[in-house]
């Protein structure tokens, strides 16, 4: 069965500090999609990005970066010079290919930065 | 425009009563989620469905009865409420195999259900 760990609960880091979520899944698929969504204080969910297994590469996108490692089954989450505005919580989230299209996702990462 | 609307945005009602939320996309997505967020943030699959069609449904209870009249409405029925009911539910849709963006999960605006 599929399943996502995120073992950090919450996280408090100072503005401008750079800070990393983990993410770490298992799966029994060969191909499968990670994911991360970011949940404002507003409550909705925002899909930031999508990786499929078969595509090892790191992606920047800005201050995000994404760090995703097979032989770990990780998929870690950078943010560099954290600003206020990135204060939410962030979840992990797993599809595989095989199955029935459900995003299986971690229990989240609580993330507050400091002014 | 928004791409995928629930109605209502809050809901507050007894225990024991019945109630639905709606949930529309214009995406032009075949397959449409029903999740639900928990007080202690946690997200799970309740429903899918495919072209009208449900192919997921994870262990919810009878008293929950989506229904799906075309490919781009979604609503979730819910009966005899309780108080482990209250929670957020939020609506998804994604597009079929071939298209742009496929795997990816299109999100609502969530509702707040409360449930005294």
């Known amino acids: 069965a599929q399943k996502v760990t995120q073992a950090q609960t919450e996280i408090s880091v100072v503005e401008k500090e750079d800070v990393t979520l983990d993410c770490v899944y298992e799966?029994?698929?060969?191909?499968?999609?990670l994911f991360w969504y970011k949940q404002p204080p507003s409550g909705e969910l925002v899909f930031l990005i999508r990786?499929?297994?078969?595509?090892?590469q790191n992606e920047i996108s800005g201050r995000y970066s994404w760090n995703f490692q097979k032989s770990t089954s990780s998929f870690n989450f950078t943010i560099t010079a954290s600003q206020v505005v990135d204060s939410a919580v962030y979840f992990c989230?797993?599809?595989?290919?095989?199955?029935?299209?459900?995003?299986?996702f971690g229990t989240g990462t609580r993330l507050t930065i400091i002014p | 425009d928004t791409a995928v609307s629930q109605t209502p945005k809050y809901l507050v009602t007894q225990m024991g009563n019945d109630k639905s939320i709606k949930c529309e996309q214009n995406?032009?997505?075949?397959?449409m989620y029903w999740y639900k967020q928990d007080s202690k943030k946690f997200l799970k699959i309740m429903f899918s469905?495919?072209?009208?069609?449900?192919?997921i449904n994870e262990t919810v209870p009878n008293r929950f009865s989506p229904k799906s009249p075309d490919k781009a409405h979604l609503n979730l029925h819910i009966n005899s409420l309780e108080l482990g009911d209250s929670a957020v539910y939020f609506c998804?849709?994604?597009?079929?195999?071939?298209?742009?963006?496929?795997?990816?999960?299109?999100f609502g605006p969530g509702t707040r259900l409360t449930v005294l």
């Open positions: 998804a849709s994604s597009p079929i195999a071939g298209q742009s963006s496929y795997n990816e999960q299109f």
């Open positions: 799966t029994r698929d060969t191909t499968y999609y």
């Open positions: 990786r499929n297994s078969f595509d090892e």
């Open positions: 989230a797993l599809r595989e290919h095989f199955g029935n299209e459900k995003l299986t």
């Open positions: 995406l032009g997505h075949d397959t």
């Open positions: 469905y495919n072209n009208k069609e449900l192919i």
